[in-house]
């Protein structure tokens, strides 16, 4: 039996080191490859390296606008020059942590420098805060290392250089955790998703640290506190509490009964009543520092297996070595494949059924196991589960059949599922696009990259530029580590986000050494953003640049907030190759009022605008912006892609093969259908299609309208909107004229003709009133939508004098910001 030595010769045997002295260095061109990597890593060239044997770490330079990412410290002043950025064991390429900032030190130093030391056994790295900067407060940090340490200490120096007394507060932050606690005066972490097996523990070391000081005139303060970074945060505690003396150390290997490995457990030990977790790595091994006692009690779990709690006895030894036996797994196995037999992305819903509860397979923000889903990049994978009973689904997007099967499990036993799923819908000359959507490097959310290309994938998404916030960056890499090239592909691209107006735009070129890939900063004004992102590094021509879930009464209506119709931002329309009128939720194209009051949201209501009858209102005003749907999605369950899409024009269908100047061309002439569901084709009896103008002498225009839906989608309602109007002649439905809908894969297909009087823009609407997503989403929470879909809208010359958009608000004054509930309560009374 091999058991694990130590913690410092398993990470001695993982890693090919050539250990020396402690290192502190600042990263140059030529040492950019120095930097840890890691999910959450943001080093670039200019900041500085902190290692030793076990571990290496990242502190910012004293650059203009350095921040880890967007999320650290939101606004104008959020910038973290001087804070620790990355902490991670060395060359685990494993950094978990996005900042942490001693005092919550956030808005820029006087310098960061690597601090000359006389003890060449240790290296520092030095942010100094001046009295002249810190408004009379002298504040210095020195982050020093030493080899054994695994992590770092942070020694705080104080003084007052004013004449008045005056307090500071002595608080730390960091963040972002899947788990955070304390267990004495120890604070501990969690990574974002457990199986990253990484964790991090801080505490003072010496005094307690007061929440605040009274500094009088000239007095100076010190004070240090220990960061330390382990497997997990368990192991994390233990190298806090070992520093201090009085422990004893397991070392142990989990195993199933017939001997083999278990790497997928977690390992709860309770400290001062605090459950902390640890896991094991890849050979089942673990070890780490308990408080001094003689017993302590671990408990064993895993998903399909039974937990097991032992007391592990230690009396007089300090050292104990165990192994510890679990049952086997209970799991399903997949083979999942296409029509032709080739395995393909999917998304698994594994639903409780009858008196069993749906299982909990990991965080809303990760694919292989998100709340009660997996998401796969291939078709051959197992999914653990507890003992129960499940119906299982499993679907491919929009375009694909679904399978669903009801599965009993018992303790330790395996059932196989082989599901075939054929492409139902038809799509020829076009593919499914989504234009934003992001992973953790935009900061706002905690998403794996490869987790969000993987939920992209599954969802049989084609064409997704890359849209992390204010970072240019590219899924490229992660799309072939993950062997997805023939399914998937990307630009390089950005959102520019702000307090304000986001933008979406594309392609870039981002150079990774620079602060936020190379990206621009953002302006208040969306003019200024707009022309910045069309023009900036090369202006390419065929450049994509769109606004993200607009509010349409400032942009396009009241710019300024003062209550009156002034057009909004002047020419905005015109700078702009699209906006997203549907963004994650919602689908409020046939609501019929720019809108309406939740009474959900505190007393009397709060007014929600509707952006979608708002561009109706504006496409009459003459603002030829055309719409796109999007996800933004910032989880994998939940807020996730696959619910709205917008397929786009394309001479290719395969996905390796797509021209992305040819979508952007196409997207730029509005050839676009929005959808969250059916597929919608709409031409005239001369072939334009959507975004097209075109014209009718007679005022009589015939739509021929087809709508395809795989099994689990269905539609009840097909609506031909005449700038924006909804003509009653024009609205088909199920009930009233069954006849035009069908039952199969193709709902409706027929040729309608339109009557105009006037130069008209057409919209149809295919919509599902009776019908939800619930099949193909199950617990998330694109279920609720009814499906829908429309097209960009066919712009119809009736007089000759060219298109004269119709100026019609649709009933309703065009809207203004800051409208109270009192007052959209009587303009819908009106």
């Known amino acids: ?61 004293n650059a203009p606008f350095r921040k880890a990412n967007m999320g650290t410290f939101w606004g104008a002043n959020g910038t973290t020059q001087g804070c620790l950025y990355d902490l991670s064991l060395r060359g685990s390429n494993n950094d978990q942590i996005t900042i942490f900032s001693p005092l919550g030190l956030k808005g820029g130093v006087s310098y960061v420098k690597v601090l000359e030391q006389n003890d060449k056994d240790e290296a520092a790295i030095e942010t100094v805060i001046t009295s002249a900067k810190g408004g009379g407060l002298f504040t210095r940090h020195l982050y020093i290392i030493r080899n054994g340490w695994s992590g770092v200490l942070i020694k705080t120096t104080l003084r007052n250089d004013t004449q008045l007394e005056r307090e500071v507060k002595l608080s730390d932050s960091w963040n972002r955790f899947g788990a955070e606690g304390k267990v004495g005066d120890i604070n501990w972490a969690d990574s974002i998703d457990p199986s990253d097996k990484c964790g991090y523990a801080y505490s003072a070391e010496g005094d307690l640290i007061p929440n605040s ?48 490995a278990i790497s997928s457990a977690s390992i709860i030990g309770d400290i001062q009543g605090e459950k902390i977790k640890g896991y094991p790595d890849s050979n089942g091994e673990f070890s780490f520092y308990l408080p001094k006692k003689d017993s302590h009690k671990l408990r064993f779990t895993d998903i399909g297996r039974q937990p097991l709690e032992e007391v592990i006895n230690f009396r007089d030894e300090g050292v104990v070595k165990k192994e510890f036996q679990m049952s086997k797994v209970s799991r399903i196995i997949f083979d999942v494949s296409d029509g032709s037999g080739a395995s393909i992305p999917c998304k698994v819903q ?45 679907t491919r997007g929009i375009e694909f059949s679904y399978f669903e099967e009801i599965v009993n499990i018992g303790s330790s036993e395996v059932v196989k599922i082989s599901a075939k799923l054929e492409r139902l819908v038809k799509t020829p000359g076009w593919v499914s696009t989504d234009y934003h959507n992001h992973s953790t490097p935009s900061g706002d959310n905690t998403c794996g990259t490869s987790d969000r290309v993987i939920n992209m994938a599954a969802e049989q998404l084609e064409f997704v530029p890359t849209t992390e916030h204010n970072r ?54 969306p003019r ?85 009858f708002i561009w109706l209102q504006i496409l009459n005003q003459g603002h030829k912006v055309w719409g796109i749907a999007v996800s933004d999605a910032h989880t994998v369950h939940g807020n996730g892609t696959g619910g709205w899409r917008t397929y786009v024009k394309s001479s290719t269908d395969e996905p390796d093969k797509i021209d992305w100047r040819e979508l952007v061309r196409n ?77 199969g894969v193709v709902k409706f297909d027929q040729r309608i003709k339109v009557n105009l009087s006037q130069d008209s823009h057409l919209i149809v609407v295919a919509y599902g009133e009776n ?56 303009l819908l009374k009106k």
């Open 771 to 826: 019908f939800t997503l619930e099949k193909g989403y199950g617990s998330s929470t694109q279920s609720a939508m009814n499906p829908c879909a429309y097209n960009n809208p066919i712009f119809v010359d009736v007089d000759g004098g060219g298109f004269r958009a119709s100026g019609n608000t649709l009933g309703y004054p065009l809207p203004v910001q800051g409208l109270t509930a009192d007052k959209v309560s009587n």
């Open 528 to 612: 200024l953003n707009a022309i910045t992102l069309r023009h900036f590094q090369d202006s390419d021509p065929d450049r994509w640049v769109h606004i993200n879930h607009p509010s349409m009464q400032e942009n396009f209506v009241d710019w300024n907030g003062d209550g009156l119709i002034d057009g909004g931002y002047a020419n905005l329309g015109g700078m702009l190759d699209g906006l997203e009128s549907q963004n994650y939720l919602g689908n409020e194209i046939l609501h019929g009022s720019p809108y309406r009051i939740d009474k959900k949201l505190g007393p009397g209501g709060r007014v929600k605008y509707v952006r979608e």
């Open 213 to 260: 000081i009274k500094l009088k005139p000239s007095q100076e303060y010190s004070f240090s506190r220990f960061l330390a970074v382990s497997t997990s945060p368990l192991s994390a505690v233990g190298v806090i509490l070992n520093r201090a003396g009085d422990t004893v150390k397991i070392n142990g290997v989990i195993k199933e009964l017939e001997a083999s």
């Open 1 to 61: 039996m091999k058991f694990l030595l130590c913690f410092s010769s398993l990470l001695c045997s993982l890693l090919t080191l050539s250990v020396g002295k402690p290192e502190a260095f600042e990263v140059s061109e030529s040492l950019f490859s120095e930097l840890p990597g890691g999910k959450e890593a943001d080093g670039i060239v200019g900041d500085f390296i902190l290692r030793n044997d076990l571990v290496e770490a990242v502190i910012a330079q």
């Open 667 to 743: 997207s730029k002439s509005g050839q676009m259908i929005l959808t969250n569901g059916p597929y919608l084709e709409v031409s005239t009896d001369q072939e334009n299609i959507a975004g097209a103008d075109i014209r009718a002498a007679s005022g009589e225009i015939s739509l021929n309208i087809k709508v395809q839906c795989t099994d689990w989608i269905d539609i009840d309602r097909v609506q031909v909107l005449v700038n924006g109007e909804q003509s009653k002649k024009l609205n088909f439905t199920r009930k009233n004229n069954g006849g035009m809908f069908k039952d």
């Open 350 to 394: 594994i639903n409780g059924h009858g008196k069993t509860k749906a299982p909990y397979l990991g965080p809303n923000n990760r694919a292989h196991g998100c709340i009660d889903q997996y998401h796969s990049e291939k078709g051959q994978f197992s999914v653990a589960v507890p003992k129960g009973e499940y119906r299982v689904v499993v």
């Open 472 to 525: 240019m960056f590219d899924w490229t890499p992660t799309i072939k580590s993950l062997g997805l090239e023939k399914v998937i592909s990307t630009v390089p691209g950005i959102e520019l986000t702000g307090s304000g107006a986001h933008f979406n735009a594309f392609p870039f070129k981002p150079d990774p050494k620079k602060q936020d890939g190379g990206a621009p900063q953002w302006s208040k004004d």
